[in-house]
């Protein structure tokens, strides 16, 4: 059990520095009115990988992290999410990042 320790806490430090769990403050969410006259960059896709309401929330929001994470990777500052049908379980995160 003890040699198990170091490595448990190393894991642990990985999460915290993974964008996916803590954000990523550099890039913001907008609405589609509010980037008009910025320049498109690109479009990205992530899959929550998880479902249903324990872990389900959870699973989206790393995966939104994890687009603009890859937004800011791709020079953007700023993104926006294509909205899910209100009930229905999201399989697919899509986004357009712009730089703003």
Known sequence: MRAALPLIAGLALLGCNDP?????PEV???????????RAVSIITNEPGLYGP????EALRYAR????ETAKADGADTVVFDEA???VPVSLVRARAFDC
């Open 85 to 87: 049908p209100p009930g």
């Open 65 to 68: 992290n994890k687009v603009l």
């Open 28 to 38: 913001r969410v907008a609405q589609e009115n509010e980037v008009a006259s910025c």
């Open 54 to 57: 324990v872990l389900g929330e």
């Open 20 to 24: 996916g769990f803590r954000g990523v």
